[in-house]
């Protein structure tokens, strides 16, 4: 007799799948919505001040780590990054590495600006196997 629970292919780790379902799984679109809401809400009346940035940069990502959080995206662990500058008709280039799973892992990302200062944010979710 076969045992009907048997499945050759391997779907998850212990209790844990190994790919999240669709609907439970980083999606930028949804992230990037978040990132924008946090950024408009804690930056639209400020004014570009290097004391106070540093400050807006930990309460930004924290903000927006703990909107990404009610989303309850299981095993899912989010970064944030936030940089702040000075307006002054400058560029400003930021980048990153990460070795992850395309399959389950993703990042969004925003800006804000005004005639003071800018600010770039970007979140990634990786999924934790």
Known sequence: LKDKSYNPEPRSMGDHPLRPAYKNSFHPATAKGVIKEVLEAKLKDKSY?????????????????????ELNLARYKFVVNVAIGEQRGEGIRIGCRCFWDSDTDAYAEAQFMNDSLFCSAIAFGVYLY
């Open 49 to 69: 001040n290097p004391e106070l940035t540093s400050q807006w940069t930990r309460e930004i990502a924290d903000d927006i780590k703990s909107k990404l959080k």
